[in-house]
């Protein structure tokens, strides 16, 4: 697992290396068979609620150790996690050495209860596991000098950045218009600017943060469209679109091979006034209503009555290289989808080999003037702002 682990990039130093090859992970996870257990892209799920989704899990270590890696855990540091599973508590307790102090906190008893003995046999006895609502942080054994989020956060409450020491890291996986990513969060000058953010996938936080997304259902239970709770949308004209025909758009874009492009999903997100994730059941899919997307569901502009998204189409026989395809639906499906199209020849021509997104998170209570330009994600507690600086040579 470690020698994957390297050999993917997600351990990059000998510290964090180190770490994963101290613990032993089937301590937390007895029961489960070693392949899986050791398996760098596995979770352990070990608590799912009444409906089946899990609730709690000992996370994939490779999510685990890009999270380490981006939280940059020196020895002698207080760092505080957020869920707790007692795997990654220990590895932050072999970070921090003696001289450092871990506090593992979760909503529910029954991870405490595990998280506490698992630790305790494995040698870690030292850990604080505590049963607490994150949103209120843990103010007796603040300031941390490290905040690692292990649940898909909706927000940033106000007390994980009182809790932060001055030169302090939060690292959290929050999420943007249905899209996760873990972004290392540092202060300057009175708010939150990221200096890194990668793609990942949590269990929702639950207590008082809880996610506020729903589910527009389209079409029977076949098809929905996934939103944050903010946005409005024109359900009924969405229905209607879905019975009209679609347009296809050729965006003249590939990609292929192991390239990564989260980043135009992020980009799509914040270039898009009104966004959603559309997800249908294969059924929907073989009836040809709507095109194979990704798991998560595809990246849709909305407008009104209208929507559009992307798909992609083989573009080798091997199947290793893709162009983006976009279908629109509803009476401005040729606008919208040509829209769309062009977004996604900006993101190739201007973001595609560039530094990324800048995302910057300030309080509720600041004046919109303060805040420079770029999408802003209005949330309960922030104001989370999203810009893309541009490549200077192209
Ligand atoms: C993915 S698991 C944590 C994995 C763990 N860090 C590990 O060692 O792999 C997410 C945990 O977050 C917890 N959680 C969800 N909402 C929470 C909240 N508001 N406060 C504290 N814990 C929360 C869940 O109960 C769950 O156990």
Request: with cysteine; proline share 6%; charged share 25%.
């Amino acid at each position: 697992m470690v020698g994957q682990l390297r050999t993917h990039g997600e351990l990059r130093t000998d510290t964090v290396t180190r770490a994963f090859a101290t613990v032993p992970r089937e301590a937390f996870a007895p029961g489960a068979p070693l392949e899986q257990v050791y398996n760098r892209d596995d979770v352990v799920i070990t608590k799912r609620d009444e409906n089946g989704l899990a609730v709690s899990s000992v996370s994939a270590p490779r999510i685990q150790a890009i999270m380490l890696e981006q939280a940059d855990i020196r020895p002698g540091m207080r760092v505080l996690e957020i869920g707790s599973g007692g795997y990654n508590a220990a590895l932050i307790a072999e970070l921090v050495g003696p001289e450092g102090e871990v506090t593992t906190v979760d909503i529910d008893p029954f991870v405490v209860d595990r998280a506490t003995q698992y630790l305790a046999e494995a040698g870690y006895p030292q850990v604080r596991v505590l049963l607490v609502d994150a949103e209120g942080g843990v103010p007796e054994h603040a300031p941390f000098d490290r905040i690692i989020v292990t649940a898909g956060a909706w927000d940033i409450p106000p007390a994980w950045t009182e809790q932060l020491a001055e030169d302090g890291v939060l690292v959290v996986p929050l999420r943007l218009r249905g899209l996760t990513r873990s972004i290392a969060l540092v202060r300057e000058r009175g708010h939150l600017v990221s200096c890194g953010y990668e793609l990942c996938g949590f269990v929702p936080i639950q207590g008082a943060g809880a996610n506020a997304e729903r589910l527009v259902l389209l079409q029977s239970e076949d098809i929905a469209l996934r939103v944050d709770g903010d946005q409005i949308v024109d359900a009924d004209g969405l229905r209607n679109a879905l019975t009209l025909p679609r347009v296809a758009r050729q965006s003249g874009v590939e990609v292929g091979g192991f390239e990564p492009f989260d980043d135009l999903d992020l980009f799509l997100a914040t270039a898009l006034d009104a966004f959603g994730l559309l997800v249908a059941k294969p059924a929907a899919i073989e009836a040809g209503l709507v095109e194979r997307s990704t798991r998560m569901g595809a990246k849709t502009a909305l407008e009104g009555g209208s929507f559009a998204y992307r798909a992609s189409q083989a573009t080798s026989e091997d199947r290793t290289s893709f162009e983006f395809v976009v279908y629109g639906h509803g009476p401005d499906a040729d606008r919208i989808a040509n829209e769309y199209v062009e977004l996604i020849r900006e993101w190739d021509r201007l973001h595609r080999h560039g530094p990324g997104a800048r995302i910057e998170v300030f309080p509720t209570a600041t004046p919109h003037a303060e805040i420079p330009d770029g999408r802003l994600i209005e949330k309960r507690h922030t104001r989370v702002l999203i810009s893309w600086p541009h490549l200077t040579s192209s």
